[in-house]
C-alpha cells in the first residue's frame, strides 16, 4: 500500500515532467544518428514557411571501396538515386503540433532500407534527445538522435 501511495505522490510530477512544453525551433540543429550501427550526423533547419527539413551531412563509410561517394541506390524515386549518401534530405515539411507537443505532419525516409514513413518528433525534457517515430501501416519503430555541441 506505501508503494501505491508512493506512486501516487510522484505521478503528478512525473506528468508534467513529460509534459514541458516546446517552442517550435527547439527541434532546430545539428544530431548525432544511428542506424543499423552506422552513424551520421544531420541537421534540422527552419524553411522560411516555417515547416522544418532533415538533411544528411555526414555518413560514416560514405565512401565506397572505388574511392567514389557511396550514392542513395534504394531510393524508390529513380531521379534521385545519384544523390551522395551524405546529402539525402530525410524529411521536409515537419510541422510542430502545439496541441501534442511534437512536430509531425510528414515522412521520413530511411536510406539504409529505401522507405518513406509517417514520422512524429518529440524532445526529451533536457532537450538534447529527440526521439523519432517512424511508422507505415500501423507498424513503427522509435530512434533516438542526439543533439551535438554546436
Known amino acids: 500500500m506505501r508503494k501505491f501511495i508512493a506512486w501516487l505522490c510522484i505521478l503528478p510530477f512525473s506528468v508534467i515532467a513529460l509534459n514541458a512544453r516546446n517552442n517550435a525551433d527547439d527541434i532546430v540543429g545539428n544530431w548525432l544518428a ?6 551520421s550526423y544531420v541537421s534540422i533547419t527552419r524553411s522560411p514557411e516555417g515547416t522544418y527539413t ?3 551531412f555526414w555518413v560514416e563509410d560514405s565512401i565506397g571501396p572505388d574511392g567514389r561517394k557511396v550514392l542513395d541506390v534504394k531510393n524508390p524515386d529513380r531521379s534521385l538515386r545519384s544523390v551522395p549518401i551524405d546529402e539525402v534530405v530525410l524529411f521536409s515539411g515537419l510541422k510542430f503540433n502545439e496541441k ?3 512536430w509531425n505532419g510528414t515522412k521520413i525516409y530511411d536510406p539504409t532500407r529505401g522507405i518513406r514513413a509517417n514520422v512524429t518528433c518529440t524532445l526529451s525534457e533536457d532537450g538534447n534527445t529527440l526521439f523519432l517515430r517512424g511508422s507505415v501501416l500501423g507498424i513503427g519503430e ?4 542526439t543533439r ?3
Open 54 to 56: 532533415c538533411q544528411l
Open 34 to 39: 544511428e542506424q543499423d550501427g552506422i552513424q
Open 142 to 145: 522509435t530512434v533516438e538522435w
Open 148 to 150: 551535438m555541441d554546436e
Open 100 to 102: 501534442k507537443n511534437c
